[in-house]
């Protein structure tokens, strides 16, 4: 595979991790959401597989593994579990102002593309052009965890964010030390349990999942 | 050697108390292993101070004059605070609110952050950092809602979320840098030695490390507790448990902000200029104002001192950014005196309020009749903390007041007034509560007097006369931070 080649697999995979970014932003379901995150962890992986195939890099491999295991099969699988012992299956979040947040979101990349035209002067490598769309991801992640009201949706936009994070780091350096990816991957997984038992404590105290019956910590006078 | 006994004492504390945490003998046994923490931080701030910095296990671990110091005052305050926590949730369990397993949970939760927050200090590697922040926020997520009301458990969420969110920003920071440093280092863990970057600082890509600072400021400014991404604290303070809000206001956002001086030191050498210390500068006056004026609007005793954190690392993070020798000692040393000052506060105030069952100021009062040490300790806390002289925040503040003057002056009067109007709202909620009338349904409480006695003492003591050795100790830090 030549490098030019790889370089726009790469291309054509940042566009669809951006894409899947965009749905999971207006997604209302939630298995549809579950669903299209899987999908970018998995484009995730086969993206930073190729990478380290044309690099020649090793460690990129486990790195990729290391995706497909976390965010395709446990993350998603934790949630299916989590929201069908909650019976939360059949919720339909309802979210106004769709064209809107989509505005938002087109500003937002745009913005990304912005920050990083500096960067990408510096970089030598073939992925220097996603580097640009793994910081959109993060801000759309950001902005998905700001309109949604409901715990499940705003961990699902959490968890896209440290996507974004990862494609960042793939496509800016070839990667970080494996040591890193390890602790990152660890701290990922602590906090997979923690929104679990919050999902249970929530749910118990408001009787609902539903952000919106939080808001009794307000400034007070 | 020695960082790897200090690391290990608290993992297998955490290990034994995650079965035996709800013994009768736990709380002692937590005592202990922060006392065996406390122990062997001395030993390695002696062996500091005697040979100065070093760097171990493969260049994983580095120790100098900036984080000893921290990792000292760490091991001492979660050693005094888990002698207070004794009293203060066997009290809280003879209520009723938490559980046999909320013990065990809390016990071992306790020295997983206490290890977090070493790591965090003693690491040499920025992503390592990262990772142990990440880790001491994940701790103390479940010991925010450990009494499962409502509102703890909106506190507990908030945090998470916001903190989590906050983080991954100061992740991407540190790709950047590693994006910087490996055209230089190359592939591997040795492009994130902080180490190894401070010594090529100069030849560091500028426009690349000015991008990340943004991010690291947003990062970890957000754990440090400053205005606008402030939103967390005040409620992760009011509703978890009072040992944990001592030791999130204490050691926590130092922790945070330790991890933010490191990274400006890199910037700096980069970029040249003060890019980096004007933003600090900005948002540390943002949010000593921001904060000083919320003062003035608190009904809840743990959030009023919540509040008064935001200032304070706000003092402390605008003196960073100011840098020179005399305010970065003066932060320095702010930060020394603040976590001390402040846990001894939240001691007293979890006190008062298990006096009078309820956490809203209106409903404490006669604090000095009902019990004069927790009155007096109430008193002097806050005389301390509002930068009365011969406190050892007057010294501080007063530092950082004089390198203002000179660096600064426009700036200064906005300083003074955020100063000034903190000292206002402090002592207008205090006094009715230490000098008021007592309510009736006051009532008398086992209180562990020591260690508001000792920081308080320990305070007073910095503020009177500077021991040689402390003073020596942060001119070794200045020669880190000041290039």
Known sequence: ?221 | MVIFALLGVNLISAIILAFQGDRRHAAELNILGSAATFAVSLALAFRVYEEGPFITGDGFFFVDAFNVYLCVLTAFVSMTTAVFSRKYMAHERKHGKVGHKGMRFYHAMFQVFIFAMLLALLTNNIGVLWIAMELATLSTVLLVSLYRTPAAVEAAWKYFILCGVGIAQALFGTVLLYFASEKIFGEGSKGLLWTNLSAVADKLEPTVLSLAFIFFMVGYGTKVGLVPLHNWLPDAHSEGPTPISAVLSGLLLNVALYALVRCKVLVDGATQSHMAGHIMMIFGLLSLLVASFSLLRQRDIKRLFAYSSIEHMGIATFAFGLGGPIATFGGLLHMLVHSLTKSSIFFTAGHASQMHSTQDMSGIGGLIKGNPLAGWGLMLGVIAIAGMPPFGVFTSEFLILTALIKEAPYIMPFFLLGIVVAFAALFRRVMPMVFGPAPSNQKAVKLAHLPVLVHLGLVLAIGLYLPAFLSDWFHMALKILIK
């Open chain 1, 1 to 221: 595979m030549s490098t030019s080649f790889a370089a726009e697999i790469n291309s054509v995979l940042a566009a669809l991790i951006l894409l899947t970014s965009f749905g999971l932003l207006v997604q209302r379901r939630i298995y549809g959401l579950l669903h299209i995150f899987a999908w970018q962890g998995l484009l995730l992986s086969i993206s930073t597989a190729i990478v380290g195939y044309t690099a020649g890099l090793h460690h990129l491999y486990i790195s990729a593994l290391l995706t497909l295991t976390i965010k395709v099969i446990v993350l998603p699988y934790i949630l299916y579990l989590l929201i069908h012992r909650l019976r939360i299956h059949k919720e339909v979040e309802d979210m106004i102002n769709i064209p809107t947040t989509m505005l938002i979101g087109i500003i937002l990349v745009i913005l990304s593309y912005h920050l990083m035209s500096p960067i990408r002067e510096l970089s030598t490598l073939v992925t220097r052009s996603t580097l640009a769309v793994a910081l959109a991801t993060v801000m759309l992640g950001l902005l998905m965890m700001i309109t949604r009201k409901k715990a499940v949706t705003q961990i699902i936009g959490f968890l896209a964010m440290e996507n974004g994070l990862f494609f960042a780091a793939t496509s800016a350096t070839y990667g970080m030390p494996l040591v890193i990816e390890l602790g990152v991957a660890l701290d990922i997984l602590i906090a997979a349990f923690i929104f679990g038992i919050f999902f249970f404590q929530i749910r118990t105290t408001f009787e609902t999942l539903d952000l919106k019956a939080m808001e009794k910590l307000k400034e007070e006078e």
